[in-house]
């Protein structure tokens, strides 16, 4: 049976209710690391769940621990980003909201709070299961407008210190039993045809695909009978026409590429990158303690937290006295920072804690290249050596004011790459998911360190194509085709 922890800013905020050993503070869960896997239920209470906050880390390292978490790191990027779901007509009748037309003159609008997806009033209560099924956060405030057609302006996360005596009285009743019932993602209907809609950024510096390799994935797409069209941010509204997306632009959570990967699951298509797979891979921190509670090798690495920072003679004992931090949420070498004495170490600190609350900093392993082992569906379907850039210890070199350099290329044959790459690549995206990724690599010695599993790896003509040619994109859009049957068959 797994133990309640509830996550709270500070012991004051829990005055009102009984004090229990499952009340924790943030800084606790965050950097103590001695909880036990798949034992703990979490309930998340911090008052700022926003992205890069300490709340948000809460849910975050909870579910690279395995803890079952609420609210899920899905649920704090739909709130972030102020999804909206529209309301669902059919339950409104069944609402009986002329609660909310009584209350909410026309044009103005009615707030009601949601305690574990439980409404105070009985007749809005269809309607708050409704909205926790897509927002899985115990404590919420919805406002909807009063003029017919009704319509949701706006859901977001309700603090502890907002709640008056009698909503305490409401969220203590509700606390106890709220992971009793079953929560089901809403389905749409099983797709039809198969379209395909590749998203990119003809603007970005640096695409996960070229242009020629994005001309590639639409010739070789046509050729197999799949309707492929390329689309970008301005074109979101139109992901309903598709059957599937795949993403080649560079992801994050807090960009479009995430949203759209999120609203195509929702909607029941085949989705490469999935959501899960955004979160779990372009967050540093998540893979830090994912690789280290899966004892996946990889270099050593500790947390940094701004609200208490290791002294450079603290974090060099474990590291060495050159390391490397990193932003979390960075790629392509942008946000890493080499750091060699003291004085660097606290510059770097203050800058990059300009971008969030929580750092990596890892060991300073040089070598002359870095392997990327591409994986699809548990598979392996390319290799590389990527080599850094020329008198530079990394792979891009960004120099201020003048054009980023890269270094050189080696595409080498998949039976090739030594078993023992191959091995910790997939042991490092088994537990990850299905999806496209991309395995970084380095080797020290005898063994295989993994930097970074990256959920978006490029895909580029002449590079990682150089040896399977047309074959390596007909194995994507296979892949595709092949999860697209599955659901039609089920």
């Not at 994005?214 to 941010?233: S, V």
Request: charged share 25%; net charge neutral.
């Amino acid at each position: 049976m797994k133990s309640l922890l509830i996550i709270i800013d500070s012991l004051e905020k829990w005055t009102p209710y009984y004090r229990s050993e499952s009340i924790i503070t943030a800084d606790h869960y965050l950097q103590h690391d001695g909880f036990d896997q798949h034992s703990h239920m979490v309930i998340n209470l911090c008052s700022d769940l926003s992205y890069q906050s300490e709340g948000y880390y809460c849910s975050l390292l909870a579910q690279a621990r395995n803890h079952k978490i609420l609210p899920s790191i899905e649920a704090l990027n739909r709130l972030d980003d102020n999804i909206m779901i529209k309301i669902d007509q059919s339950l409104l009748p069944r609402c009986t909201c002329q609660a909310i037309a009584s209350s909410s003159p026309e044009d103005k609008e009615y707030s009601f709070d949601l305690f574990f997806g439980k409404c105070e009033d009985p007749k809005l209560q269809k309607l708050g299961r409704f909205i926790f099924d897509h927002y899985t956060v115990p404590l919420l405030r919805v406002n909807i407008k009063g003029s017919q057609p009704f319509h949701i302006t706006k859901i977001r996360n309700l603090s502890l210190d907002e709640l008056d005596n009698h909503q305490q009285d409401i969220f203590a009743q509700h606390l106890d039993g709220f992971n009793k019932k079953v929560w089901r993602k809403p389905r749409t209907k099983k797709p039809t045809r198969y379209d395909l809609a590749i998203l990119h950024n003809p603007e970005e510096q640096f695409p996960p695909s070229n242009k020629k390799a994005i001309n590639m994935f639409l010739n070789e797409a046509k050729k197999m009978g799949i309707n492929a069209e390329l689309i970008t941010e301005d074109d979101s509204s139109r992901l309903m026409e598709f059957d599937a997306l795949f993403i080649r632009q560079t992801t994050a959570v807090n960009n479009i590429t995430y949203k759209l990967a999120h609203k195509a699951e929702q909607a029941d298509m085949v989705v490469i990158d999935d959501p899960s797979s955004i979160i779990r891979c372009t967050n540093k921190v998540y893979l830090k303690e994912f690789l280290e509670n899966s004892s996946i090798p990889a270099p050593r690495s500790k947390l940094i937290f701004r609200n208490k920072p290791y002294s450079y003679p603290q974090i060099a004992e474990t590291l060495g006295n050159t390391m490397v931090l990193k932003i979390p949420d960075g790629s392509f070498s942008v946000g890493v920072e080499k750091i060699s004495n003291a004085e660097e170490y606290g510059n770097e600190l203050e800058n990059l804690f300009r971008h969030s609350s929580i750092l990596l900093a890892q060991e300073f392993i040089p070598t002359d290249y870095d392997w990327r082992i591409g994986l699809l569906n548990g598979e392996c379907i390319y290799a590389c050596k990527y080599f850094m850039a020329r008198g530079h210890w990394q792979i891009y070199h960004h120099k201020t004011g003048l054009l980023t350099k890269s270094g050189g290329v080696e595409t080498v044959p998949v039976h090739t790459v030594p078993r023992q790459i191959i091995r910790v690549a997939n042991k490092a995206t088994t537990p990850i998911g299905r999806g496209l990724y991309g395995v970084d690599i380095k080797v020290v010695g005898d063994q295989a360190l993994v930097i970074e599993v990256n959920d978006n790896p490029s895909i580029d003509h002449g590079v990682e194509d150089k040896i399977l040619g047309r074959e390596l994109y007909r194995m994507i859009l296979r892949e595709f085709t092949r999860r697209l049957a599955t659901k039609r068959r089920g």
